[in-house]
């Protein structure tokens, strides 16, 4: 019998204990009090969202503590308008209680938010336990490691840059320092450029007590020192460069942080071109020369800028092989003349000008005849005016994808016949008006073979008033020729020629006069028709 009531009491005890352990921890989750038996967790939501989230139960307890000891006060006792504040979220079961955290590195003045919006100052001994944790590094004002502004000269251009590796620590308010958990950006490598006579500055937001700078080019160091003699560095030649910068900040009593950093750069540094000139400046050109302006130590992404208040045209430095160049076309109006060439740009070390002078042009005088039903529509507007827009069309095109006379730049005849009219003379047809020769008139029996000057991509194929039947062929870096009066041509528009290939016959097409059959031939600079005859003989560039 004795046995059955402990079999009783037993099985009630088994199915009544856990129904007393499940109402208990019901009614702790349920009460409104805060203690570390109905606590699960507790997530701290710091800046930038960074999370802390404690489960054990001694840092339950520290937080729960930490509330109950706050004194509540009327009002806070600083402007918290333009403070971020921290959440502290307790996790009871579903339920959730939060309190903002307006913490503050004055231990007097950490204060508390609750749900009802009441204003409570943590007591110091809380405060001073808040700000030894993690949560409390996103306090300081130099919490990481630095990034570094890089200003160029002026400092019209500003760069950031962040360091490859370090370490950051913080001071407490127990005077220890711990290893700062501020997340850091940390990058490989950043890009930059340098220029040789332009000063350039690394500036931190938190300034190192030491700084020093190895610069290499390749693999050999070619400068090691501190930032103070590294602004007496100077490399003469156009590189790609890398600087290293390692800094310290050195643990002293009156700042709250120290550390150390690296700082990697690749740096495209370059010196400022030096520009010569193909003729000195006490001679002077022939009206149809090309005059080359050549830099040196010139990089692609510079841009100097020649301008001229007598130029016609724009010109642009163009590369070629590992020199960079402008053409300087020397029109027929220049004759007699001057141009004053100024250089600049923010890759110019200094403004730079050159005085070009041009000869007095001596030229023939002649007149030609044509038919007069001929002669009479050629001096009507209309064609007149189509021919124009024809070659502004032409001089506008670009179809060359590169310069096809780098390795070559000798022109070749196109045909072998004699010269009738020559470039810059003054012709006029039936003693109209006067006008002077752009190119040149090669005697050329109808159905002779032209040949390709250059090598180049034809750009237009068509009939031109006056010209007839005109193909033009672009070589490149603003260079064009020019072959008209033909009879068939051979090629189409886009194609690509060879130098010396045969492009067209020659014919009759065009201002048909008295000259007789014949090629007309001109070579155009940018949109200044230069000497052709000169092209042949010495090439586009000087010897």
Known sequence: MKDKRIFKFLIFAVLLIPLYVAIYHMSLIASDKLIPDNVTRVVVTGANNTEYEYTDR?????????????????????????????????????????????????????????????????????????????????LYKF??????????????????????????????????????????????????RAARGKLLEFKFNAEPDLLNIIIYSDNEIIFSGSYENFHSFIYDTNSDLRYVLTAEWHKNDFLDYHGEAEYNFNVEYSVPPVFDISIPETDSVMPGEIVIVTALNMRDFDSPTITAENMEYTADFIKINDNHLALLPISLSSTGGVFDIELSGSSVAEDRNF??????????????????????????????????????????????????????PKFMMPHQGNILLDYGWSVTVNTGARSQKQGVN??????????AAHSGRVVFAGTVPDDGNLLVIDHGGGVKSWYGHLGTINVSVGNEVAKGQEIAVSGTSGLYTTTGPNLYFAVSVHNVFVNPIAVIENGILPN
């Open 143 to 192: 919490n990481n490691v630095p990034t570094v502004q890089v200003i160029y000269d002026d400092g019209s251009e500003i760069t950031v840059a962040y360091p490859s590796g370090g370490e950051w620590y913080l001071k407490k308010p127990n005077n220890l320092f711990v290893k700062s958990n501020v997340q850091n950006i940390f990058k490989s490598i950043n890009d930059i």
């Open 355 to 408: 005085r070009i002078h041009v000869s007095e042009l001596t030229y023939n005088s002649v007149n030609v005849g044509a038919q007069d039903s001929m002669f009479n529509a050629h001096k009507l507007a209309a064609p007149q005016e189509s021919r124009a827009a024809s070659y502004n069309n032409i001089f506008a095109s670009n179809n060359a994808d590169k310069i096809y006379w780098e390795n070559d």
């Open 58 to 138: 001694n840092d339950i307890r520290l937080y729960i503590q930490i509330i109950e000891n706050a004194e509540t006060v009327e009002e806070p006792l600083r402007d918290l308008e333009s403070e971020e504040s921290f959440t502290v979220s307790f996790f009871k079961g579903q339920n959730q209680i939060g309190y903002q955290l307006y913490l503050s590195k004055n231990l007097e003045d950490c204060l508390m938010r609750d749900s009802d919006r009441k204003w409570r100052v943590l007591r110091r001994a809380d405060a001073e336990k808040l700000l030894a944790t993690p949560i409390a590094d996103s």
């Open 442 to 451: 090669i005697s050329a029996a109808a159905g002779s073979p032209i040949a």
